[in-house]
């Protein structure tokens, strides 16, 4: 089965340059479930969240559709990596206690891949999925801030139209199960100018404005906010807003 791959190309700077989710996010996901033995983590990109989730379950599933991004994953000896689209898996059915999606429900079929939910999560299990919007620069100067606005004006365009999923933070996006109340919570990490771009650069619309203009035009449109950060080594708080859905399937339908 094929899938709308966005980040093989730049799977090493996606893998170098994402955020890490709090260790309170994991502690959370392990609290939904009575048994903790097994846990699918679906398009696990480089593998932070399956790595996050080893504290708590005693195996790992990790699968992502794209090669690319497993070989940039970290290893883990509770951590069974695969290449697999969402939406079809080699797992037996009623396998997991526990599966999540982080960051990337937007991109599935999303009919498809909540039957293979169906079929591999166990009958007391749940699902979670999250993402999270725009960065946050929380002590920035009002040139940075302003300047960070008009890049964002510049390339977010470019994302694809189920990006439009991310920005409503998750509150439109399919989710046909019996949902709970969650937490909100809060990545924090604190950056200089290279990592800094380093993110803006792993996006999937930064990639599809440089893929259609050019490395030079990409440069052209971040150099003022380049210069607004002041000193490359200065190290600014990075903020993020986790966006969480959490539910258990509907026995009665």
């Not at 609290?31 to 593998?47: H, K, P």
């Not at 000896?77 to 939406?87: D, G, I, L, W």
């Not at 100018?193 to 993110?199: K, M, N, V």
Request: hydrophobic content about 40%; some cysteine.
């Amino acid at each position: 089965m094929t899938f709308k791959d966005y980040f093989s190309s730049h799977a090493k700077i996606y893998a170098q340059h994402r955020p890490a989710y709090p260790p309170e996010l994991f502690a959370y996901l392990s609290s939904l479930v009575n048994q903790r033995a097994t846990v699918w983590d679906c398009a696990t990109g480089n593998g932070q969240v399956a790595i996050g989730l080893t504290p708590y379950f005693q195996k790992v599933y990790a699968t992502d559709a794209s090669a690319q991004q497993l070989a940039h994953a970290i290893a883990h000896p509770q951590v069974t990596y695969a290449v697999s689209t969402a939406e079809q898996t080699p797992f037996p059915n009623h396998t997991f206690d526990l599966i999540t999606v982080g960051l990337a429900l937007h991109w599935f079929n999303i009919d498809r891949f909540y039957q293979e939910v169906q079929r591999v999560l166990r009958p007391e299990g749940t699902i979670a999925v999250w993402c999270y919007t725009d960065i946050e620069l929380p002590t920035a100067a009002q040139e940075l801030s302003d300047q960070l606005a008009n890049f964002r004006h510049l390339v977010y365009p470019y994302f694809a139209p189920e990006i439009e999923y991310v920005w409503q933070q998750y509150t439109t996006i399919p989710f046909p199960f019996l949902e709970q109340e969650t937490p909100q919570f809060r990545m924090t990490a604190h950056w200089n100018l290279t990592h800094f771009i380093g993110y803006l650069q792993s996006l999937s619309g930064t990639q599809r404005f440089c893929q259609q203009h050019g490395a030079a035009a990409l440069n052209e449109v971040a150099q003022p906010l380049i210069a607004a950060w002041k000193t490359p080594e200065t190290i600014l708080p990075v903020q993020w807003v986790i966006h969480l859905r959490v539910g258990k399937i509907n026995k009665e339908k």
